[in-house]
Structure formats: C-alpha cells, structure tokens
C-alpha cells in the first residue's frame, strides 16, 4: 500500500502552459506538505495545509496554487510555466501535533521545454 | 530560522567500510529527521531522531540536542548504499523541516 501518492511521475511539458500535480496520502494525517528539488539537489519547502487550512507559505510566485479540498489530498496547481519551474516536486505529510516525521512521496519530475 | 549544515559533502567508500555522516542545526528543533535519496530519486526515511540513539541494522543515528548535533552511522557499506544523504530539521509549531544540502555517497565494489 503507497502511503503518500503523487501523480503523475514524469511531467513534460511546453512553456506557458498549466499544470497539476496530485498529492494523496492513506496515512490518516492531518497535515501535508509540497517541496521542491532544484536541479542542484537542494530541497526547499513550498506550502504545508493542516486539515485544510494553509500554514506555511514560502516566498513562491503566485503562479503556484496549493489546493487542499480534504486532509488527505493535497494538490499543486501551477500557472505559465516558466523555465526555472523545471524541478522535482515532492508531496509529504504528517501529524503535526508533537513535529512527527513527514513521510514523502515519490517525487514528481517536471520538464519545461 | 533554523540554518542546517551537513559534512562531508562527498564521500567514496569500498565496500565494507564505515563512515560517519555530520549534521549541525543552529537552533533547538523538535524534529530531526534522516533520509536517503537513492539513485532512483525516492527519498526513503532512515531516522526520525529530534534526540537520542536509534539502529536499524547496519544504520545507526545519534541526536545530541544540546549540542545542536546529529550523526549517521553506516557500517559495512554495501553498494546499494550509494546516492545523498540528507538531513532536515524542523523546530517550532508548523514542522517546516530545514533540509541540509546533503552527503553524496559513492560505495564502489
């Protein structure tokens, strides 16, 4: 059983355009995460929602649209795609009462052309 | 916030050797975790360890927290140990984990 999912793996697409990513995760925790992989390894946390409600929010561009319908899903919505979005984004989650470990998901592979 | 700094950036092993991986953190933290990226990309949870001694088969990890210091121990290193050794920390009431810059490890046979 995967404990948090994203989808899709491998995302390429033009410049300009939108696109989603889709975070699930089955582990009954009550808040989910978004990072991003550089192209340098470097790992840099976006967004987090606890039961819905945004709690962090880096300096991101507004082009990027986290969407949180129920606990369980997180979704990552990104607007006029532009070279330097060219990352691996990695959904996580975890209880956040007591900072308890965050369990990542696979990574999303996104190429801008 | 909380400033992670992992050492050594790269190391080469032969296989069947040990190594110490470093992770210093600027502020107290109430998480600490340890992962490793293999080659395939998954970032795969080794330790959650804000404070003592955990072992999982050759792993091991040690959190002095008032010292602001983690260690990783891999011993008898096998090839399929290779790929970045990362660190992340977190502290105050939003578990924003601080990710280090990472340890790339190469096991050669």
């Known amino acids: 059983d995967t404990a948090v999912s994203q989808t899709p793996k491998y995302l390429v697409t033009q410049m300009g355009n939108d696109k989603s990513i889709k975070c699930e995760q089955n582990?009954?925790?009550?808040?989910m995460y978004w990072y991003k992989q550089d192209s340098k390894k470097f790992l840099k946390i976006m967004f987090s929602y606890n039961n819905k409600e945004l709690i962090i929010n880096e300096t991101v561009p507004n082009r990027f649209s986290p969407k949180s319908p129920d606990k369980a899903h997180l979704n990552l919505h990104i607007n006029s795609l532009e070279l330097g979005d060219s990352a691996v984004y990695f959904c996580?989650?975890?209880?956040?009462?007591?900072?308890?470990?965050?369990?990542f998901g696979d990574g999303t592979r996104l190429s801008i052309l | 916030g909380i400033q992670v700094e992992q050492s050594p950036p790269d190391l080469i092993l032969q296989e069947g050797a040990n190594s110490t991986l470093r992770c210093n953190f600027s502020d107290s933290v109430n998480n600490l975790q340890w992962f490793h990226q293999n080659p395939w990309g998954q970032l795969i949870n080794l330790f959650y360890i804000p404070s003592g001694t955990k072992q999982n088969g050759r792993l091991s990890a040690t959190t002095v927290a008032t010292e602001r210091y983690s260690l990783l121990y891999i011993s008898s290193s096998q090839t399929t140990d290779s790929g970045v050794y990362f660190c992340a920390a977190a502290g105050g009431a939003t578990n924003k984990l601080i990710f280090g810059t990472g340890t790339l490890l190469a096991v050669q046979p």
């Open positions: 582990l009954g925790h009550d808040t």
């Open positions: 996580a989650s975890s209880q956040l009462y007591g900072n308890q470990p965050q369990h």
